[in-house]
């Protein structure tokens, strides 16, 4: 059954440009606070894919993307990134990892933080940053302080580095819709798709329901991973 189960979510297809793989995940187990999460969960992210994570809560998602992205190191197995482990530093400068909060500083404006994470996460890349604002329709919040935004304007600052010039092709999203609108939300879902169909691919976590997504899109549910 483990194997039936496992075979599913092997996502071994090959995606537009490229037969190897953008990102692996190889016997994973992940545990947190002496309580095990998920175990010996492994598939393969391709060019042109999108994995939608999904399952109950506290079954995981977000640690396995912090697996993913290098932020946290599993129990056992491993993670490669265009087939190199992410020892050493190697992940951060080859993906984009938006995170469950908005991660902006609140006293910058809105030009500010973007500038600031752009130089963060893409250093020496240059990027037109009225234009990724305006692609979240933030043109004229450029010089306001973050502390007086919604909860929804702060993440479309966080989503607007999806907009950036020179951004790495893989994205790792925690919960991206969360705080946006119904047309936030086509909004990206378009623009996570056309990101996969032009060579990209995507990991997220969302309890939302996917109306629009790339053609080669998968769920993992791993609430079938569990222990």
């Known amino acids: 059954m483990r194997e039936a189960m496992q075979e599913r979510y092997i996502l071994d ?3 537009p440009g490229t037969n ?7 016997g994973l187990t992940c545990e947190r606070d002496q309580r095990r999460l998920f175990t010996d969960l492994s598939f393969q992210l ?3 894919q999108m994995v939608r994570v999904c399952g109950p809560n506290g079954c995981g998602k977000s640690s396995l993307l912090r697996l993913l992205c290098g932020l946290a190191r599993p129990t056992a197995g491993q993670v490669e990134l265009y087939g190199q482990s992410g020892q050493g530093g190697q992940f951060p400068p080859r993906l984009l990892w938006i995170g469950h909060a908005a ?3 609140a006293v910058l404006t809105v030009e500010e933080n973007l500038a600031w994470l752009g130089a963060l996460h893409m250093p020496g890349a240059h990027s037109p940053i009225k234009q990724a604002l305006a692609a979240v329709g933030l043109s004229g919040f450029e010089d306001t302080p973050c502390h007086a935004l919604s909860a929804g304007q702060q993440r479309r600052v966080a989503l607007a580095r999806l907009y950036l010039r020179d951004v ?3 994205w790792l999203l925690d919960e ?5 609108d119904a047309a ?6 378009a623009h996570l798709s056309q990101h996969c169909e032009g060579g990209g691919a995507v990991v997220l976590t969302t309890h939302h329901k996917l109306t629009r997504h790339a053609s080669d899109y998968a769920d993992l549910d791993l609430g079938l991973y569990t222990t």
Do not use: D, M, N, Q
């Open 46 to 48: 391709h060019a042109g």
């Open 176 to 180: 991206p819709f969360t705080a946006l």
């Open 103 to 105: 991660g902006i500083k």
């Open 168 to 170: 790495p092709r893989l």
């Open 13 to 15: 297809g090959a995606g």
């Open 20 to 26: 190897h793989p953008v990102l692996s995940a190889v």
């Open 184 to 189: 936030g939300t086509e909004y990206l879902e």
